[in-house]
């Protein structure tokens, strides 16, 4: 059975930084590009960072995070990481990871900017 857990969100003011962790398990997660996504209530899940399972592949972030955001992975680990800096109001979110959405999304992590 293939499960994320996403751990790392909180409250942090605007400026600061969170780093998310997701730890995969039930499927060989170093065959899979992974993805960060994020939602908002009321609005669609986007993805906003995606890190290919080739070493060579540029790793792609959605606009909105370009130059704040930074996905890595740790294939020993099973493990997909999202360093956030610079966190502004909008990136409020609950923050979940999946492998191109084909797997059963977990709970997430509630990410807060706020002053």
């Known amino acids: 059975q293939v499960r994320f857990v996403e751990s790392g969100g909180g409250l942090v003011q605007p400026g600061g930084s969170l780093t998310l962790s997701c730890t995969t398990s039930g499927f060989e997660f170093r065959l899979y590009t992974m993805n960060w996504y994020r939602q908002i209530p009321g609005k669609e899940r986007e993805m906003i960072a995606q890190?290919?399972?080739?070493?060579?592949?540029?790793?792609v972030y959605d606009d909105s995070v370009k130059g704040r955001f930074t996905i890595s992975r740790d294939n020993d680990k099973n493990t997909v990481y999202l360093q956030m800096n610079n966190l502004k109001i909008e990136d409020t979110a609950i923050y979940y990871c999946?492998?191109?959405?084909?797997?059963?999304w977990g709970q997430g992590t509630q990410v807060t900017v706020s002053s």
């Open positions: 999946n492998a191109e959405r084909r797997f059963t």
């Open positions: 890190i290919s399972r080739h070493i060579s592949h540029p790793n």
